[in-house]
């Protein structure tokens, strides 16, 4: 049973940093992408970043700069480091991930439950 855990979210007021944690537990493939998304209130749900094998894959380019993606492959983690943080950054913050796709459309296989991040 594969679930993705979710973790860091909390409210911070702009120009805060949050690091995000995701915990990926029951699914070791590290064959697979893995990657960040994000959806605000009333938005489509947005990717944020991937990565394979520790690798960056893809970035958003509205947010590279103060959003960066890392994972500890050891211990089955992803992380988003997210600085200077806006009130437009508002969201519920996702971590995917599923074989065969690294892109950032949500078409990922397995999903965590989220967690919000709320910026003011």
């Known amino acids: 049973h594969v679930q993705l855990v979710e973790s860091g979210g909390g409210s911070v007021q702009a120009g805060g940093s949050l690091r995000l944690s995701c915990a990926v537990i029951g699914y070791t493939d590290s064959s697979n992408c893995i990657g960040w998304f994000r959806q605000a209130p009333g938005e489509e749900r947005e990717g944020v970043a991937s990565v394979h094998s520790g690798v960056v894959v893809f970035e958003s380019t509205s947010l590279k700069g103060r959003f960066t993606i890392s994972q500890d492959k050891d211990n089955n983690t992803l992380y988003l480091h997210m600085n200077s943080l806006k009130p437009e950054d508002t969201a519920v913050y996702y971590c995917?991930?599923?074989?065969?796709?690294?892109?950032?459309?949500?078409?990922?296989?397995?999903w965590g439950q989220g967690t919000q991040v709320t910026v003011s």
């Open positions: 995917a991930t599923g074989p065969n796709y690294c892109g950032l459309d949500p078409l990922y296989k397995y």
